[in-house]
């Protein structure tokens, strides 16, 4: 089945620690989002990459890293220059464009990895 | 400012009746899509329904509808006949401008849904 596949789905990290997500996709979509959820507060854009080899940064990036080397995959690297790491992060794709009158463009989400620094 | 404001932290209702959760946003684009999704203590984010700013209609999908009032800025999530399983949070989003100017959706606090049989 196409889908989002996030590993791992619950991660521990001491602090100082780099750590890295993983995020695959399947769906053929050429665009990949980075967003993290904090209780209270929704879901805020880290990074996101409309096509290989490209990325922007979201709203809070500062601290994380990304790559786009394959139009599949978009890793997502919590740096020990994160403040304050521990969060649901979620990775998302999405079709950028399409001709088709219905398009809407909505977000393809995956089931997420929760980071605890301990 | 807030671009997307959602004022109801929580909201009870009682099975198969209707309820309705607030959404209101604020943007200068005039074209622009408003999304909600619904979020299970599991985690995973989950699609319900899109509406164009230029649709005149509100949108419909199944059980759930949107009451897209454009000069009020608001997005209204309406579910009819709830269900025990429609207990989840529930993220009211919107993307800026064009698509061709990439699909970024920024999201509200949500709101958590809680049905009582």
């Known amino acids: 089945d196409g889908g989002i596949t996030q590993s791992p789905k619950y991660l521990f990290r001491k602090e100082g620690q780099n750590v890295t997500l993983s995020c695959e996709q399947n769906l053929n979509h050429d665009a990949m989002y980075w967003y993290r959820q904090d209780p209270g507060q929704g879901l805020r854009l880290i990074y996101y990459s409309q096509i290989v080899n490209d990325f922007q940064k979201g709203d809070i990036a500062e601290g994380y890293s990304v790559s786009r080397e394959k139009k599949e995959s978009f890793p997502l690297t919590v740096t020990s220059a994160q403040k304050n790491p521990t969060a649901f992060y979620l990775c998302?794709?999405?079709?950028?464009?399409?001709?088709?009158?219905?398009?809407?463009?909505?977000?393809?989400f995956g089931e997420g990895s929760r980071l605890t620094v301990l | 400012a807030q671009k997307i404001t959602q004022t109801q932290p929580g909201m009870f209702v009682q099975e198969k009746e209707a309820v309705t959760l607030d959404c209101t946003y604020d943007t200068s684009d005039q074209s622009y899509g408003l999304f909600w999704y619904k979020q299970p203590s599991s985690g995973e984010m989950i699609f319900l329904i899109y509406q164009g700013s230029y649709d005149e209609q509100n949108a419909t999908e199944g059980r759930y509808s949107l009451n897209f009032q454009k000069a009020r800025k608001s997005a209204n999530l309406v579910i009819s006949a709830s269900q025990l399983g429609d207990s989840a949070m529930y993220f009211c989003?919107?993307?800026?401008?064009?698509?061709?100017?990439?699909?970024?959706?920024?999201f509200g606090a949500g709101t958590i849904l809680r049905v009582k049989s």
């Open positions: 989003a919107m993307r800026e401008g064009i698509l061709e100017y990439g699909n970024k959706l920024v």
């Open positions: 998302a794709s999405s079709i950028d464009q399409s001709k088709d009158r219905g398009f809407t463009g909505e977000l393809f």
